[in-house]
């Protein structure tokens, strides 16, 4: 088995909710010794779309994370997406970074992936799963293997509750409790402890 894997935590946040979550997955990721990036996708709305929503503006001005480039696609064996719930679906700025991998995804490489997801939105049942599972259809087309979160232990099953992957409900900005970090970090233990395994299989 390798002895460690590169985890890329990728993800679009405009008031901070996936951003927390995001941060809690590396923890869990790099607690059982993967290597870890995590990156942001690039804000594509107007500027003054962004400029309507102060706490929007404030996540641009003051959010340190590095933007992601392809090469964090090539460096990775497992990847993380999140993205909040937007109309049920992800993001479009997630969207339209995934959609510059054509070309990776046409010579084969993004087949050794392992992927996950994760979300947030302001309501239980305003469309959690169905966004991880549309952001989880891009790992069909990769060729990836797709990591649900799980019922992995009773903390799933008795309190954060969703096993398609982390989710946050809330209608504030940063707002992550520590039930949403402790699941994120279980998924990104996951990943980490899967994609190790996985990473050290070859595909004849
Ligand atoms: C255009 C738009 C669409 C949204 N659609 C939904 C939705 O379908 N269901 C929901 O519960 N929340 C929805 N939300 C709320 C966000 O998903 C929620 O505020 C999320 O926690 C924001 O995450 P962030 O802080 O990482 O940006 C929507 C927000 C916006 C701006």
Same mark, same amino acid.
């Given at each position: 088995?390798?002895?460690?894997?590169?985890?890329?935590?990728?993800?679009?946040?405009?008031? &901070? *909710?996936? @951003?927390?979550?995001?941060? +809690?997955?590396? $923890?869990?990721?790099? /607690? !059982?010794? =993967?290597?870890?990036?995590?990156?942001?996708?690039?804000?594509?709305?107007?500027?003054?779309?962004?400029?309507?929503?102060?706490?929007?503006?404030?996540?641009?001005?003051?959010?340190?994370?590095?933007?992601?480039?392809?090469?964090?696609?090539?460096?990775?064996?497992?990847?993380?997406?999140?993205?909040?719930?937007?109309? &049920? *679906?992800? @993001?479009?700025?997630?969207? +339209?970074?995934? $959609?510059?991998?054509? /070309? !990776?995804? =046409?010579?084969?490489?993004?087949?050794?992936?392992?992927?996950?997801?994760?979300?947030?939105?302001?309501?239980?049942?305003?469309?959690?799963?169905?966004?991880?599972?549309?952001?989880?259809?891009?790992?069909?087309?990769?060729?990836?293997?797709?990591?649900?979160?799980?019922?992995?232990?009773?903390?799933?099953?008795?309190?954060?509750?969703?096993?398609?992957?982390?989710?946050?409900?809330?209608?504030?900005?940063?707002?992550?409790?520590?039930?949403?970090?402790?699941?994120?970090?279980?998924?990104?233990?996951?990943?980490?402890?899967?994609?190790?395994?996985?990473?050290?299989?070859?595909?004849?």
């Amino acid at each position: 088995m390798a002895d460690s894997a590169n985890i890329l935590v990728l993800y679009y946040s405009a008031t &901070g *909710n996936v @951003a927390q979550m995001a941060h +809690a997955l590396a $923890d869990g990721a790099s /607690g !059982l010794g =993967a290597h870890v990036r995590v990156r942001r996708v690039v804000e594509i709305a107007p500027t003054t779309a962004v400029a309507s929503n102060p706490k929007w503006q404030k996540f641009l001005d003051t959010c340190q994370d590095e933007y992601v480039a392809l090469t964090d696609i090539e460096w990775c064996d497992g990847i993380a997406l999140g993205s909040p719930t937007r109309f &049920g *679906n992800p @993001a479009s700025q997630l969207r +339209a970074f995934l $959609d510059t991998t054509g /070309g !990776l995804w =046409a010579q084969g490489s993004l087949s050794r992936l392992v992927g996950t997801s994760f979300t947030s939105a302001s309501t239980q049942h305003g469309g959690l799963e169905s966004t991880i599972l549309s952001m989880n259809n891009i790992f069909y087309h990769w060729g990836s293997v797709i990591m649900p979160l799980g019922y992995v232990n009773s903390f799933v099953h008795k309190e954060s509750g969703n096993p398609y992957g982390a989710s946050l409900y809330s209608t504030s900005a940063n707002s992550a409790t520590q039930t949403h970090l402790q699941a994120a970090t279980l998924q990104g233990a996951r990943l980490a402890r899967i994609t190790r395994a996985i990473s050290s299989m070859s595909e004849e």
